[in-house]
């Protein structure tokens, strides 16, 4: 198991290992005292967004949206994955996100199936878990994988990485044309 306290939102962890069957992602956190903003927990490759999962507060139907960009936005999975947002001001909080061959399966919020979303992109891409908006989070748990790589160092994303992740000026980045993960694409 991988721990990672209090990261600073926003932020990019990076994901040293590919992503597979079994592998599990837990994401701790609160949503910030007079919230009135959205914050979204992304699973990131490159220039793409493989799954973004929204929590909107500032709509009149507080919503949880589900979706993916790869220069485009993908149509958002209406009854599946558009559900009313449980959460409110200053609630806390567990995302569980786990990987199945072709989904991920049940994504869950504190103990409650949310939906499963079937990959549009392969999950082996994953490079990264974005975090983002108006949210504290406490901690991130990874678990299921090898771990047979070092996941505290650095780490060469095959791009200049996601250092202005979440900001208002963050240009994705773009692999290079010989980078392995273009096939994925």
Not at 8 to 21: D, F, G, N, Q, T
Not at 27 to 53: A, C, Q
Not at 87 to 96: A, V
Not at 133 to 143: A, H, M, N
Request: aromatic share 14%; hydrophobic share 35%.
């Amino acid at each position: 198991m991988h721990n990672v306290f209090y990261p600073p939102v926003p932020s990019a962890i990076p994901i040293r290992e590919k992503l597979r069957s079994g592998c599990d992602i837990d994401v701790y956190g609160k949503v910030n005292h007079g919230s009135h903003k959205n914050f979204s927990i992304e699973l990131l490759s490159g220039p793409h967004i493989v799954l973004h999962i929204n929590f909107r507060f500032q709509h009149s139907d507080k919503q949880v949206v589900m979706n993916s960009y790869s220069g485009a936005w993908g149509q958002e999975a209406c009854l599946l994955v558009r559900h009313d947002n449980p959460l409110g001001r200053d609630d806390s909080f567990q995302l569980h996100i786990h990987c199945q061959h072709n989904y991920y399966e049940v994504i869950e919020l504190n103990g409650t199936p949310l939906a499963n979303f079937t990959h549009r992109f392969p999950m082996e891409s994953v490079q990264a878990l974005g975090m983002k908006g108006d949210v504290t989070i406490e901690k991130v748990l990874f678990s299921g994988f090898d771990f047979g790589t070092d996941w505290c160092g650095d780490h060469d994303y095959g791009h200049a990485g996601y250092g202005s992740y979440g900001l208002d000026h963050y240009e994705p980045p773009v692999f290079g044309a010989d980078h392995a993960y273009n096939a994925y694409f």
